[in-house]
């Protein structure tokens, strides 16, 4: 049963609030607490650690803040699923081999690919001209049934044969990798935080104005030119990111 022989030590210089937020998250991380799990009420964590109802309050706000619970109106407080550990910022391979590798299972939802004609953005990042074809590909991508990430990747024409590819299939990187013009071996990646547009949101079923991470990629080939251009929309309360810095 979680909280058993667990205390909150009123005599030490440790803030109570942090000492209730310790608990829990120990009883996430030795699986007592397991995602969906309800929690005690406020009323009730106040009962079982002899604690105020302002103390109980700021735990559960920074652990809603931190992504460890959500709430739903009305009904209660909840174990929310562990977000996952995005490392593409330190290592390249596919999406598939990734979520693999975090032992999730990955989809990948086509939305669609067709030609266009690059915009100023496109163009710029490709170095290429603005009007020039490109190809478009549009995908959602799952973890788990989840939706995760919602991305648009723009492809120089020497991908053209992707448009006879399904691309349900076979992998992005997989496709590009069949071709020394194409196979990826450097990416360039910024990373900033935006509000979800209500398109995005209905994606990756969250609220419009949700907080959602914006990563661009630039992939270049072993010649040093840019080949694919994406712009990858991560949902905020799902993922992490880690980078990996040495000196």
Do not use: W
Not at 87 to 109: I, V, W
Not at 140 to 166: E, F, G, H, K, S
Not at 179 to 205: D, G, P, Y
């Amino acid at each position: 049963m979680p909280f058993q022989n667990e205390y909150v030590d009123k005599n030490t210089p440790i803030p109570m609030y942090y000492q209730l937020k310790e608990i829990i998250l120990k009883e996430i991380r030795e699986k007592q607490l397991k995602p969906g799990d309800m929690l005690p009420t406020e009323e009730e964590f106040c009962k079982i650690f002899d604690l105020s109802r302002t103390t109980v309050r700021q735990a559960m706000i920074e652990l809603v803040g931190d992504g460890h619970l959500y709430r739903i109106k009305g009904k209660g407080t909840y174990i929310a699923k562990p977000k996952i550990l995005q490392d593409f910022m330190r290592k390249l391979e596919s999406y598939s081999e990734q979520m693999k590798r975090l032992n999730m299972t990955p989809k990948t939802e086509v939305l669609d690919i067709k030609r266009i004609s690059a915009t100023e953005e496109v163009s710029e990042a490709l170095n290429i001209n603005e009007g020039d074809d490109v190809v478009l590909l549009k995908r959602l991508r799952y973890a788990n049934d989840d939706p995760i990430v919602v991305l648009d990747t723009y492809l120089t024409v020497a991908c053209a044969d992707i448009l006879n590819i399904d691309m349900k299939k076979t992998g992005l990187y997989e496709f590009m990798s069949r071709s020394r013009n194409t196979k990826v071996i450097k990416v360039i990646r910024q990373i900033e935080a935006v509000a979800a547009t209500k398109q995005e949101s209905e994606a990756l079923q969250i609220h419009a104005g949700y907080p959602i991470q914006l990563t661009t990629t630039i992939g270049f080939n072993e010649d040093e030119e840019p080949v694919e251009y994406s712009i990858a929309k991560y949902r905020g309360d799902k993922n992490k990111f880690i980078v990996e810095l040495y000196t």
